[in-house]
């Protein structure tokens, strides 16, 4: 295959105005009506000082197909309308629904667009760098001529205090000094709302595009167990159970549609095997990764920058830590949308040169997937 796919354009969208951090419990609530133990902790590891819900005067403003929506429309001018779309793919990990799926539903927001193909990645963070995969392989292909594609996220209603307040009230009846566990109220203080998206195109259109060189996507559920979940039971005897096969009052019970994150599982592989995904996607593309100019991660928490820094100095394969850029503490973490919002934010704010190299890399904690992209600048 002799054809190019590039980036042509860029467009986020972060719900009303940032929160900081001493606003979140006056949005989110508190459980059992005491401020959350551990949210000093997490914030001082994760560094992030402010994020955007969905959410104003105690309403929610939006769903996240209109998230989704909202950061599409910013693709749209008078040379590429939702008409011109040819294919569609929006991953999330916190759809509204689960039937009908969530790009069918974006896709009913575009109301000027046409009857087009569409995909729906599943999955945590990397649905959506799946999203860009599959339609960077249709414009590959010669499949289609264009694609959209993004990452979407709704993690607010899932953070509110009223999701626990049954599994507090259990907890306090035989319990005199009860708590919501880490692994739940963990990400309480991490996960922000939002979207991002691109215009992927077999041509290129205004003066700076980005030339997707290749993308790589891995799984290591082979080898590792599960560290991030929703609608999953833990039992006693370490096996798992489905919401399904539970009943409507375990769900409250145990909050089973919180979001849930083994952190030591999280601290002990998802550095390690983010490095090996690098040395084995450079392998295999023959290239150098101390050659890249700009270096994207999406992080969960400043915390596994000094991780990954230090894995990469492990293997020799160190860059210069100007060549990092990550948004992470002023927009949080957006899961599957971040990279989006990243690469966004990076291309509105850099001076950026023809044939610079720009390398991204998605890792998803939920059972330990990883995706790669290396870019290149093209000024015409």
Known sequence: MSGKVYISKLS????????VNDEMEKILGHVGDRPSRIKKIILGHNQI???YYAIKDGKFTHTNAELMANAINGLFDEEFTAGDIELLSCGTSSPDQMMPSHTSMVHGLLKESKPIPLLSPSGVCCASSHALEYCYMSILLGRTNNAVCGGSELFSPLLLSDMFEEEYSSLSRIEKNPYIAFEKDFLRWMLSDGAGCVLLTNKLIGKTALEIKWIESVSYANELDVCMSQGLHELQNGTRESWKLLSSNDWQRHSIFSIKQDVKILERNIAEKAVQHIINSCKK???????VDYFLPHLSSMFFHRKLEEKLEEKSIMIDTGKWFTNL???GNIGSASIYVMLDEFCRTRQLHDGELIYLIIPESGRFSYTTAL???KNS
């Open 12 to 19: 986020s969208f972060l719900p009303n105005l940032p929160v």
């Open 375 to 377: 870019l290149e600048v």
């Open 49 to 51: 000082r402010q994020r």
């Open 285 to 291: 593309h023959n290239f150098n990764f101390t050659d």
């Open 329 to 331: 503490t002023s927009v």
